[in-house]
């Protein structure tokens, strides 16, 4: 399966919160949680150029999105969700390599993520160490929270 990561599109955002819920969902959580945290995980149009949204697709088909917010040295992966569907082919490797690629290009040292307990194993595969805990405004939980040193791209001569 080919994994292709592009720039978000503004008409898109309705679709990508709805690709975003459906990845929460995956995990379990009821509809009354969803709804809960439906503010925080909403992308309007007006975000998508503004929190560097880039979209993976897996073989031609929307897969995940991720969102990186803040400016440099450190920022913030906002959202990284992948579509229930997609989840198990590589798209979430690729799209967090891709935003610290770029975050890199743009200046970032580093990138806060307030990870949901279910997907914190996976950015600690992805080289991110926890650094404590942050208490989610939406849900009043106490959420991990890591950083991921961004690396700047290797420019050949």
Known sequence: MAISVRPG?????????????????????????????RPALTLHEDQVEAHRTLVAELDGRV???????????????????????????????VLLDEATAAAAVEGFESLLIESDPQAEPFYLRMGA?????????????????????????????
């Open 9 to 37: 599109r503004p008409a898109e955002a309705a679709g990508l919160t709805e690709l975003i819920l459906r990845s929460k969902a995956h995990w379990g959580y009821d509809e009354a949680f969803l709804a809960q945290c």
């Open 63 to 93: 897969a995940g999105v991720v969102t990186v917010t803040g400016e440099p040295p450190e920022g913030e992966i906002d959202l990284l969700f992948i579509d229930p569907w997609a989840i198990g082919h590589g798209v979430g490797r």
């Open 129 to 157: 160490v926890r650094i404590g805990e942050q208490v989610s405004p939406a849900t009043g939980r106490a959420l991990p929270l890591l950083r991921l040193t961004v690396s700047a791209p290797i420019l050949e001569q």
